[in-house]
C-alpha cells in the first residue's frame, strides 16, 4: 500500500531556531516528491525533488531526498513566526499523468 | 487514523457528460472538506470548502454551477463536473477537517479526470 509518512506531527520552537522535518514513503512507481506549505488557503508549493542528493534551496529553506532510503526533509534555519504553518509532503507517483498522495502534515507553531 | 479516500481514483469521460468524485472521511466526522484542483508547476488551486448540511463557498472565479458540491454527510462529500470539457481535465484532490480550520486537513488520495 502506498503512503507518506511525516514527523513529527507537530513541533513548536522559538524565533531563531532550526527545524527539519521529515517525510517517508513507501510508493510504487515513485515520480517526484513535493513539499507544500499550508497557512490559510491552499498548500503553496514549496519544492519538487526528484534526484537523491541534490539540495534545494530557497532563501531559508532547503530540501534533500534520499530515494535509498526513501525519505525527505526539509530544513527551516532562523525560524520566524511567519515560519508557522503546517508543511505537507506528497509524492507523485505511477501512470504517465501523475498522481499525488499527502502525508498527514507536520504542524509548525514558531513563537516570538 | 484521519484516513479520507476518493472514488474514483481515475475516470475517463467524453465531453458533455456529468461525473461525480466522491470523498470520504473513514475513520473521523468531517465538519469541514474541501475540493483543490491541481494545475501546472504542482500549485493547488481552493476551489471550494464545503460544510455539513450548508451550502459549498466557492472561491472566486470557481463556477458553482458547473461545480456542484454536496455535503450531505458528516463523512461524505461530492464534486460534480456537470458538462464536462477537455480543459476540466486535471487532478481533483479534496481534504478533510474536523476542526473547522484549514490547518487541520487530511488530504485523500486524488481523482484524474480525463474528458476526451
Known amino acids: 500500500e502506498d503512503k507518506v509518512v511525516q514527523s513529527p506531527l507537530s513541533l513548536v520552537v522559538h524565533e531563531g531556531d532550526t527545524v527539519t522535518l521529515n517525510c517517508s514513503y513507501e510508493v510504487t512507481n515513485f515520480r517526484s516528491l513535493l513539499w507544500y506549505k499550508q497557512e490559510k488557503k491552499a498548500p503553496t508549493f514549496l519544492f519538487m525533488l526528484t534526484s537523491s542528493g541534490i539540495e534545494k534551496k530557497s532563501g531559508r529553506l532547503s530540501s534533500i531526498l534520499d530515494k535509498k532510503e526513501l525519505f525527505s526533509i526539509l530544513n527551516i534555519t532562523a525560524t520566524q513566526t511567519g515560519d508557522s504553518a503546517v508543511y505537507l509532503c506528497a509524492v507523485d507517483y505511477g501512470g504517465s499523468q501523475g498522481n499525488l498522495i499527502f502525508g498527514k502534515g507536520t504542524k509548525l507553531s514558531v513563537k516570538p | 487514523g484521519a484516513v479520507v479516500s476518493q472514488h474514483p481514483s481515475r475516470v475517463i469521460c467524453k465531453s458533455g457528460t456529468s461525473v461525480k468524485i466522491e470523498c470520504r472521511s473513514l475513520?473521523?466526522?468531517?465538519?469541514?472538506m474541501f475540493w483543490y484542483r491541481q494545475f501546472p508547476k504542482q500549485s493547488l488551486m481552493l476551489m471550494a470548502t464545503s460544510n455539513e448540511g450548508s451550502k459549498a463557498t466557492y472561491e472566486q472565479g470557481v463556477e458553482k454551477d458547473k461545480f456542484l458540491i454536496n455535503h450531505a454527510s458528516l463523512t461524505l462529500s461530492t464534486l460534480t463536473v456537470t458538462s464536462a470539457h477537455p480543459e476540466d481535465s486535471s487532478f481533483y484532490i479534496c481534504s478533510a477537517s474536523w476542526g473547522g480550520g484549514r490547518e487541520t486537513q487530511y488530504f485523500g488520495p486524488g481523482t484524474r479526470l480525463l474528458v476526451l
Open positions: 475513520d473521523f466526522q468531517a465538519t469541514t
